[in-house]
């Protein structure tokens, strides 16, 4: 314990407390066993306490007892009770690290109490606090690897909305943790819920797609996984041999702009029925807190255009776009956004879809005079 005591620690005092008091938990289930089903009885009640700190310090003792629980009987049942009450305390700090205690029971209790811990975690991922956040979705993780299908299906729509918005989190953990738990909800995609988790895939899929060249090396690393793992449920082959191309595992700009415009080529051509959805998407990436993200953005919309033999998305996205990358070009500070935004301007004008797109504006434009002319001649 002297050793313990004498660390030298580099978090803020409070973490270092917490940190502390699970080391000394961790070591005292170590050298005194005898003595921790006593102490967690002590604990479970100071739970229960009016002083917030005495609570942060149960919980912090507790999440690390927990680890020890496996000869504890009845006393885990009442361990995992109120670690489960408590998730909902109004300091951060007992939340997560309730969280955390109910995660780091032994695995054969784990699968036993797998339905509470989603319950608890679905709650926690829309937390007010980013630390709550971090936890519960770096606790998912652990979890789904280990979970039954049956325990995982009820809640595998909550679980797909919770994790799509944290994917837009400006906490780069946060986003990559939620990119990467997403993947491993799709090994649970195929039951009676599949259509349904379907929508959720492509409705999550232009952000992953736009964050596989994102700023942090972990976020990409995880969309590069979750990629791979969500292939197989999209409706054709041609994204699963995507994967093992060059382009797509480099860390190359130049690399994922030519990618970009392999996959522009695969939603023209085989998804046609879901461009409509995916280009909404990617519109609304333009204003992405990352200039990175709005300059993907920019390349991949660009793309689809370019590429697309459909009027349809043509006529309706052509001039929107057109008029949307003038702006960009002009008023945007990141040079990143101005370069990519002159590069998808020069896509779009070497096209097959300009062509059509200018004679689709003189011929709106010929009706106007005529309709103009007609009006005087009456006169």
Not at 2 to 21: H, P, S
Not at 263 to 287: G, K, L, N, P
Request: overall charge neutral; charged content about 20%.
């Amino acid at each position: 314990m002297g050793k313990i005591l004498a660390r030298d620690r580099e978090q803020n005092e409070k973490e270092t407390w917490i940190g502390l008091i699970g080391d000394l938990a961790g070591c005292i289930s170590i050298k005194r066993p005898k003595e921790v089903s006593s102490i967690c009885l002590i604990l479970c009640k100071s739970l229960d306490r009016p002083s917030r700190y005495l609570r942060e310090a149960a919980a912090a003792a507790l999440s690390e007892f927990v680890r020890f629980s496996d000869s504890f009987g009845s006393l885990l049942e009442q361990m995992v009770e109120g670690l489960c009450r408590h998730v909902s305390d109004e300091s951060p700090t007992v939340r997560r690290l309730c969280l955390r205690g109910l995660v780091q029971m032994p695995p054969v209790h784990v699968v036993q109490y797998t339905t509470q811990i989603l319950s608890v975690i679905v709650a926690l991922l829309d937390d007010p606090d980013e630390s709550v956040q971090l936890t519960a979705v770096s606790c998912l993780l652990t979890v789904l690897g280990s979970s039954s299908a049956d325990a995982v299906e009820p809640v595998l729509l909550n679980l797909s909305v919770r994790l799509r918005n944290l994917q837009i989190c400006m906490n780069a953990k946060i986003r990559a943790n939620a990119f990467a738990a997403f993947g491993a909800l799709s090994s649970y995609g195929f039951g009676p819920q599949r259509d349904a988790f379907l929508e959720q895939v492509h409705a999550a899929f232009p952000r992953l797609v736009l964050h596989l060249h994102d700023d942090d090396l972990g976020v990409r690393r995880a969309c590069r996984n979750t990629f791979k793992s969500i292939a197989p449920l999209v409706e054709f082959d041609g994204m699963v041999a995507l994967t093992n191309t060059h382009r797509f595992s480099s860390d190359h700009r130049g690399d994922y702009e030519d990618f970009l415009r392999d996959i522009a080529r695969q939603f023209a051509q085989h998804m046609s029925s879901r461009v409509d959805t995916y280009m909404a998407s990617i519109i609304q990436a333009f204003e992405a807190p990352w200039p990175v993200i709005q300059a993907n953005a920019i390349y991949l919309c660009s793309s689809v255009i370019a590429f697309s033999s459909d009027q349809h998305i043509s006529a309706l996205y052509y001039s929107q776009v057109f008029g949307m990358l003038i702006g960009k070009i002009s008023r945007s500070s990141d040079a990143i956004v101005r370069a990519t935004g002159s590069l998808a301007l020069g896509l779009l004008l070497k096209s097959a879809n300009s062509s059509s797109w200018k004679v689709a504006r003189l011929d709106s434009t010929d009706s106007a005079l005529t309709g103009r002319e007609m009006e005087s001649s009456r006169r």
